[in-house]
Every structure is written in C-alpha cells, then in structure tokens.
C-alpha cells in the first residue's frame, strides 16, 4: 500500500480510500424501497481492503436509506453507518480512519437537518451510535447550508475536536468562497482549521481544477476525490448499455457522442498500456496528486469482491508526463 498524509495534518492515510455511498446490493428492495444490503459480500470487500493496507473509510450520515424531501422517516436511514460499524468489529480501532459527514435530512422536523450547532451536536452522537465507535476521525459538512452562519459551523466542528468527539474536520460540495470563508473564521477566532476538501473529481470532471484546487493549494488541504471513476462509467462498462447510476454526471448519464468519444479514447489508451479503464482513471487521479504536490485521494466505490484488487492495482502504474499531456488531449478536447 502507499500512503500519504489527511490534507496538511500528520495523520497517514491509505492513498486510496473506500467510499460507501453504494453497498453491494442484493438486488431486492424493502418495503420502504430500500435496496437490501449484501452484507457478506460488503464484509469480504472490507476485509480485502483492510488486509491490503487500506486504512480509511468514508460514509455519511444519510447513506443508503435517505430521507427524501418531504417524506417520512425511514428506519434504514445511516444504515451505511451501520454496516461499516458492523465490519470493523475486532479490528483495532487505532488502525483505522474514519470519515463521516453531517447536513442531510435525517428525520422530517425542523433542525432534523443543516450545519446549525444544534443538528451538528446531535448527529455526531448519532453517528457514533450507529458507527459504534467513541470518536470518528474525519467529520465533514457534506453541502452548503445557506440558513447557518460559517461562523456557527466552524466553531461547532472545531469544538467538536476540543471535547475528543472528533479528530479533524473537513467540507465537502461547498463554495470556493465558503471555503475561504471557513478558513478566515478559524484563523480570526483561533478554531481548528479543515483539512480536507471531498469533491466530485476525474479525469472527466475536473471542474475543481478552477478554483477549489487553488484553494486546497494555497492552505496545504488534501483533496478527496469522489467519483473517482464517473460512478463506473470509466470503467467502460456502461458503454453499450446506457444503466449507469451516474446523478453526478448527467452529461454521462445521457452518454453524447462528445462523451462517448472520449470514454472510448480512454479505453483505447489503457489497452495499449495493458491496464483496464478503472486503473487508467485512478492512476490518473494518483498522478495528479504528485503534479500538485498535494494528497488528492480518490474515494472509490467497491460494490463487487472482484473489484478489489484491480482498482488497487492501480497504486502500481505511474503514468509519465507524456501520457499525461495525451489524456489531457483527449478529454479537454
Ligand atoms: N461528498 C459527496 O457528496 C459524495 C458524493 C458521492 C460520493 N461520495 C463518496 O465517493 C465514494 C465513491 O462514489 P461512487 O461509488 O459513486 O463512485 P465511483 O468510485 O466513481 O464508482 C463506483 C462504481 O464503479 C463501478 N466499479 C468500481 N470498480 C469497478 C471495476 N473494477 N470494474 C467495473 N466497474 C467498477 C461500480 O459500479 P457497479 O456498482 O454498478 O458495479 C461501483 O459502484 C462514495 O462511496 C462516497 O464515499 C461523496
């Protein structure tokens, strides 16, 4: 495993992370319409990672099982939560880092969502439950919440690292000028600073390269890169078949001609280097990393056991400037 640094604290993460948006499904729903969770296979997928020196795990409050706008409670809502307590059981607590978020519905009442003091204050405890640990290492705002003042979240979150709840914070979706305004008020008001920005990146979607990048560079944060892999799309496998989940990439969901285009080049690209599209996009991502000089960790989404040591793989290919300034070629088209 290689392993680099949690943004610009001293704690040492997995160069990869696992996300746990999408658990392995069982392919069959409830009767709240939730789909059943193949924990087994989670476990083994877990276990796999874990073994092979992955030591950071991202989940939120809301995966799997999400309130919807104006629906009722659900009783699966934090069940990815769940399920991640469940797999760490046994496994020492010291060796693993773990990221959770805080700002979705989590029930329909007022505060039952955002970043106020008071729902912050609330869920964290929540997580701990479901999560069944006694501190979580990386807590994150998940989006904007324009009816709180930064100044309430920052100081919350940081007062969640001074009563030993947290270790260090972190945003995500937010506004590059939230961003800045986040680190203004920690400076101003002596608070913990973040560390980390989550944000949608790959080799497709690089719309951070505008200003986030810039942001996560002048403060020393780390990046940590969701949809590493277009929600599988990179991966080459919803080309012919156009039933990718991909919410986050619209454009790709419809899957153009001009996005077709360039998802074939790729995988025309990684043929010739003998690596699959899914190695291509995370070698990518590693290789931005280096150029950077920051820590950009993809979070990537393991829902088969097969997976696993394919994308892992990945930590293995350096791409050159040569391959680099192509793919640029090819997808900035
Ligand atoms: N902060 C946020 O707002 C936010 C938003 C979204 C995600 N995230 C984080 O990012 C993580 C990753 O998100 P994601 O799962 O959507 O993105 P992803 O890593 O881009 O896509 C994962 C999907 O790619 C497919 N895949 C993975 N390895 C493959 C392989 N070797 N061959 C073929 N297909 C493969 C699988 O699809 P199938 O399941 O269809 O096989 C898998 O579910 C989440 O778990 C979460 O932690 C954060």
Redesign the pocket.
Known sequence: MKYTKLGNSGTVVSSI??????L??KGNYNENNVENVDEEEFNRIFKKCYDLGINFY???NI?HGRVEENERHIPETGNSERVLGRAIKGIERESLVI?T?VRGPMDTFPNSEGLSRKHIMWQIRESLKRLDIDYVDLY?A??MDKNTPVKETVRTLSHLIDIDLVRYIGE??HDAIDIEEFMHDSEIYNLHDIVTL???Y?ILQRDIEKDKLKIAKKYNLGI??????????????YLKSNN??SE?VPELLNMNDEYRNKIEKLLEFSKEKEI????L?LAWLLKRSEMEKIPII???????F??VE??LDALNINLNMEDMKYLDEITLM
């Open positions: 992370a696992l996300g746990t948006w999408h392995p499904g991202d989940t939120s995966y990221a978020k994150q998940h989006w995500s979706n989550q944000e949608p790959n940590l890169a969701y949809v590493p892999l277009a929600q599988g799309l990179l991966s080459g496998k990718g989940r986050y699959s599209g899914t190695q996009a993809p979070l990537l989404g393991i829902t088969k097969s997976y394919e994308n």
